[in-house]
C-alpha cells in the first residue's frame, strides 16, 4: 500500500515568511509524529499526534512552530516568521499506534526546508 | 530511555554477513531495542525490534544478548544498497524516537 507521503519535497523561502508542510500518514495509521534532521544530525522530535488526544508539543522548538491534524489524518506543520537557523529536513511518521509505544514508525520522504 | 553506543562506522564486503553492535548497558526491563537506517537524502526506515529474545524478518535478524546490555543487527547478505547509516534505539513507551551518531555502514563490491 501507500507510504507516508510529504509535500512539498523541497522548500526555498525568504527568511520572515511563513510555511506550511503537509504529511499524509499510512492509512488506519493513529500515530503521527513530526520530526526534523539538520545536515549531518540525529533525529530531533517536535511533535506528536495520537488519535483524538491533545497532541505532545514538547519538542516544538518555539511558539513560531505549530502542527495541526484534520480529521486524525492529514496533518499540516506551520513555521511562522521563518528564520535560517530553521533549515533542515522535516520528517513525517506515522504508527499504529503511539499508546504502546511498540509499533514501528513509517517515515516519509521529508520536505527540505532553506530560509535565505 | 537508556543510552546507546554503536561504532562510528564499518565497512562490510558485498554478499557478506554485517554484524552492527550496540550497546546499551542501562536499559531497563520495558525498553525495546529498535533499529532503524537512513540511506543518503531518503526517510528513516525501520528494520527490526525486540525486547529480550532473538528476532528475525525479511531484512534482518536481531541477537540480543541475555542480560540486554548489547545487541547485534545482522544483514545476512549485505548488497550496495544496504550502504547507510544504522541507528540502534532503546525506547519505551514515550514514544519519541532520537536518533544518536548511528554507524555509518558502507558496503564494498
Known amino acids: 500500500g501507500a507510504g507516508v507521503s510529504q509535500s512539498p519535497s523541497n522548500k526555498v523561502t525568504e527568511k520572515g515568511k511563513d510555511v506550511e508542510l503537509r504529511c499524509d500518514p499510512i492509512s488506519g495509521h493513529t500515530a503521527l509524529y513530526w520530526y526534523r534532521q539538520s545536515l549531518g544530525q540525529g533525529l530531533e522530535f517536535l511533535i506528536y499526534?495520537?488519535?483524538?488526544?491533545?497532541?505532545?508539543k514538547s519538542g516544538l522548538p518555539s511558539d513560531r512552530f505549530s502542527a495541526e491534524r484534520t480529521g486524525g489524518s492529514v496533518s499540516t506543520l506551520t513555521i511562522q516568521r521563518t528564520q535560517q537557523e530553521d533549515s533542515a529536513v522535516y520528517l513525517c511518521a506515522s504508527s499504529l499506534s503511539g499508546i504502546q509505544g511498540m509499533y514501528e514508525q513509517y517515515f516519509g520522504p521529508g520536505t527540505r526546508l532553506t530560509v535565505t | 530511555d537508556a543510552k546507546t553506543t554503536q561504532p562510528t562506522s564499518m565497512d562490510c564486503a558485498e554478499g557478506r554477513a554485517a554484524n552492527l553492535p550496540c550497546n546499551h548497558s542501562?536499559?531497563?526491563?520495558?525498553?525495546?531495542v529498535y533499529w532503524y537506517r537512513q540511506i543518503h537524502s531518503q526517510g528513516p526506515q525501520y528494520i527490526i525490534h525486540?525486547?529480550?529474545n532473538n528476532e528475525t524478518n525479511e531484512m534482518a535478524s536481531l541477537i540480543i544478548t541475555e542480560d540486554r546490555k548489547s545487541s547485534t543487527l545482522i544483514l545476512p547478505h549485505a548488497t550496495l544498497r544496504d550502504t547507510a547509516v544504522y541507528y540502534c534505539?532503546?525506547?519505551?513507551?514515550?514514544?519519541?524516537?532520537?536518533f544518536g551518531g548511528g554507524t555509518r555502514v558502507l558496503v564494498k563490491p
Open positions: 525486540g525486547l529480550k
Open positions: 534505539i532503546v525506547k519505551a513507551a514515550g514514544n519519541k524516537l532520537t
Open positions: 499526534f495520537q488519535g483524538n488526544s491533545a497532541p505532545d
Open positions: 542501562t536499559i531497563s526491563g520495558n525498553e525495546y
